[in-house]
C-alpha cells in the first residue's frame, strides 16, 4: 500500500505537468496529421500511417520518459520536498521503486490513448488486423520500461537534469546501434580498445531486440524471441533499479 500511494501520487504528478498534456495531444495531432497525408504514399497509404504513427508514439513516449525520469527524484532531493514522503517510515527502495512504476504508468496511458487513436486511423483505412500489431505496441513498452530505468538511475547518478537527460537519450541512440558496435568491436586492433567497447557493447541495452513492428504485413512472427526479449528487458531494468537505489541510499536525504 505505501508503494501504491507513492506510485499513485507520481501519476498525478506526471499528469499534471504541462510537458505531459503538450507532448500526449502533439503527438495525436501527429498521428492524424499523417492521416491526411497518407494520400501521397500511392497504393500503400496505410503502411505509412503504421510505420510513421508507430514511431511517433515510440519517440513520444521516449521524450515523456526521460523529461519526467530524469526530474522525478532530482527536482523532490533539492526542492526538499523529499522530506514529506521519507518522514514516514518507509524504506528507501520503496520510494525508487513506486517513483519508477508511476512513471511507467503515466507514460503507459499517453501510449495506449495513442496507439487507441493510430488504430482506429487504421480502421477507417481499411486495415487488416495483425497480431504483430500487439507484439510491436509491447516491444515500445519494453522500450520505454528500459529508457525508464536508465532515466531513474541517471537522475541519482548526476547533480543535473540536463546532464541526465544527455545520458538517457545517448544511451537509447547508442541502443539502436549495437550490431554497428560489434561491427567496431571486430574491426578494432588494439586491446584497450576493443576491450572499452566490449565493456560499453554489454552495458549498453540492445535495443534492436525489440525491434517487433517490422513484421508487421510479415508471414514471419517474432513469437519465438519474445520470452528471451522480455527475461532480457525485465533484468536489465531490475540491474538498473538496484543500482538506483544503492545510489539512493547513499544520499544524505
Known amino acids: 500500500m505505501k508503494i501504491y500511494s507513492i506510485i499513485k ?21 501527429l498521428i492524424f496529421v499523417t492521416a491526411l497525408f ?36 532530482l527536482e523532490e532531493i533539492e526542492s526538499k520536498t523529499i522530506y514529506l514522503v521519507l518522514i514516514r517510515p518507509i524504506p528507501k527502495w520503496y520510494y525508487v521503486i513506486g517513483r519508477y512504476l508511476g512513471l511507467l504508468l503515466s507514460v503507459y496511458l499517453s501510449m495506449i490513448l495513442m496507439y487507441g487513436m493510430l488504430i482506429l486511423i487504421l480502421f477507417y483505412k481499411g486495415w487488416a488486423w495483425d497480431i504483430n500489431y500487439v507484439y510491436a505496441v509491447l516491444s515500445s513498452f519494453l ?27 545517448s544511451i537509447w541512440i547508442l541502443g539502436h546501434f549495437s550490431p554497428e558496435i560489434m561491427f567496431l568491436i571486430k574491426r578494432i586492433n588494439l586491446l584497450p580498445g576493443k576491450i572499452v567497447m566490449k565493456v560499453l557493447y ?34 536489465y531494468c531490475a540491474v538498473f533499479l538496484c543500482l538506483s537505489i544503492m545510489l539512493f541510499n547513499r544520499k544524505e536525504v
Request: net charge neutral; proline share 3%.
Open 202 to 235: 554489454y552495458i549498453i541495452p540492445n535495443l534492436q531486440y525489440f525491434n517487433w513492428r517490422d513484421y508487421i504485413g510479415a508471414n514471419v512472427q517474432p513469437a519465438n524471441w519474445i520470452p528471451l526479449a522480455l527475461i532480457y528487458g525485465i533484468a
Open 9 to 29: 501520487y507520481t501519476v498525478t504528478q506526471n499528469i499534471r505537468n504541462r510537458i505531459y498534456y503538450i507532448l500526449v495531444i502533439f503527438a495525436v495531432v
Open 38 to 73: 497518407s494520400v501521397l504514399g500511392g497504393e500503400q497509404p496505410t503502411r505509412i500511417i503504421l510505420d510513421f504513427g508507430l514511431t511517433s508514439i515510440e519517440f513520444f513516449a521516449l521524450l515523456l520518459v526521460i523529461f519526467s525520469g530524469v526530474s522525478l527524484i
Open 143 to 169: 522500450k520505454i520500461a528500459i529508457v525508464g530505468s536508465l532515466a531513474v538511475f541517471f537522475s541519482l547518478f548526476s547533480t543535473s537534469s540536463m546532464a541526465s537527460l544527455v545520458f538517457t537519450f
